[in-house]
Every structure is written in structure tokens, then in C-alpha cells.
T-cell receptor, first 110, second 110 residues
């Protein structure tokens, strides 16, 4: 099946900026989403890109390059509460089921 | 507005037992999904329903059945549980490109 590649772990300090990369498979690609999941919790939607470029939502931004089959999530002004797992997810049609990456665990220290 | 609700929150089964996981959403969404999440594996799609009356297999459907009872409810049934089905099960519904997840059901099969 299709797979998305993202780093398994990232560490950073409070106030820093971190970028989580994701590469996806182009077959049938429609859009790339990002979800956040705290330990023991449910995934929550962060951002979505269907077109090339940057989408900004507060401290979080997401970028997509369709020509490179690549996207990233940028987290700025990191806070301790940002410690969580972050998943990129690919959709192959509008409004359909997602194919998730294995997740990146972000640890923010003081 | 409760969003997506799931019952039960926790369940322990013996191998061979059957059970149904319940999911309901009050957001009037057409599409609903069942995912399982295992350590280091991200979320994998079991079944989805694009609208009331339709269901389709996802990546890992073996050992499961689903019922889209009405627009609000989408249940997942394990007919004969196996230890390999020990996992956290998430139900979700979607509007456009955003998926909304329930709190999850933690299932242990002994």
C-alpha cells in the first residue's frame, strides 16, 4: 500500500522553531493534511494543503510542493503543550479517507 | 454539540468473543470512518462510509464488519476477536477536508 515518510522523533526547546517533513506517494494524490495527537488523546486537525505553497494558522504553518511530493509542518514559538505526535496524512480524493504516516513525536523541553 | 462519541472507552475480550464498537456523530456529516492505531504504525483505515447506506473496505478490513445504521451512527463489529486485534480504535466523521475523531476505544484481546 501507499506510505508516507516522516521522522519518528524531533526534539526542541521552548521558543524554538521546528519543521517536520513528510514525503508522500504521488499516485492518486489529492491533498496533504496534518493532525496533532497528545498522549492518550484523539487526533485533531491542524492544517490542509491541496495546492503548492504555505498555509498559515497562528503559530503553525504547513507547506506543500507537489512537484517534489513533499510537505512540511512548521511550528513556531514552541511551547511545552506542543509536545505531542504529529501525523501527515494523504487524501486521494476530495473528502475521502486518509492514509496516515507513522507519526513524529515532538518533545519540547524548557 | 458532542461531536463524535464512541462506546465503550475500554474493553477486554477473550479470543473468539464478539463485540460491537459504537460510534455516533451529531454534526450531520455524510462520511464516517473507522481506524485502528497500533504503536509505531500510525492510523490505518479499516472501513469507511461515504454516505448512509454505503460502506467500503479500507487498508485492514479482515476480521471486521461495519454497519451504517443511519446518518449519525457507524458501528464496527468483531465477530471472533483475535489477539492481533488488540489496538486503539478511532471513529471519525468528516466535513470537506477535515476529519473529526472520537475519543477512541481501547481494546485488549487475551
Amino acid at each position: 500500500g501507499q506510505s508516507l515518510e516522516q521522522p519518528s522523533e524531533v526534539t526542541a526547546v521552548e521558543g524554538a522553531i521546528v519543521q517536520i517533513n513528510c514525503t508522500y506517494q504521488t499516485s492518486g494524490f489529492y491533498g496533504l493534511s496534518w493532525y496533532q495527537q497528545h498522549d492518550g488523546g484523539a487526533p485533531t486537525f491542524l492544517s490542509y494543503n491541496a495546492l503548492d505553497g504555505l498555509e498559515e494558522t497562528g503559530r503553525f504553518s504547513s507547506f506543500l510542493s507537489r512537484s517534489d511530493s513533499y510537505g512540511y509542518l512548521l511550528l513556531q514559538e514552541l511551547q511545552m503543550k506542543d509536545s505531542a505526535s504529529y501525523f501527515c496524512a494523504q487524501s486521494n480524493q476530495a473528502g475521502t479517507a486518509l492514509i496516515f504516516g507513522k507519526g513524529t513525536t515532538l518533545s519540547v523541553s524548557s | 454539540n458532542a461531536g463524535v462519541t464512541q462506546t465503550p472507552k475500554f474493553q477486554v475480550l477473550k479470543t473468539g468473543q464478539s463485540m460491537t464498537l459504537q460510534c455516533a456523530q451529531d454534526m450531520n456529516h455524510n462520511s464516517m470512518y473507522w481506524y485502528r492505531q497500533d504503536p509505531g504504525m500510525g492510523l490505518r483505515l479499516i472501513y469507511y462510509s461515504a454516505s448512509e447506506g454505503t460502506t467500503d473496505k479500507g487498508e485492514v478490513p479482515n476480521g471486521y464488519n461495519v454497519s451504517r445504521l443511519n446518518k449519525r451512527e457507524f458501528s464496527l463489529r468483531l465477530e471472533s476477536a483475535a489477539p492481533s486485534q488488540t489496538s486503539v480504535y478511532f471513529c471519525a466523521s468528516s466535513f470537506q477536508e477535515t476529519q473529526y475523531f472520537g475519543p477512541g476505544t481501547r481494546l485488549l484481546v487475551l
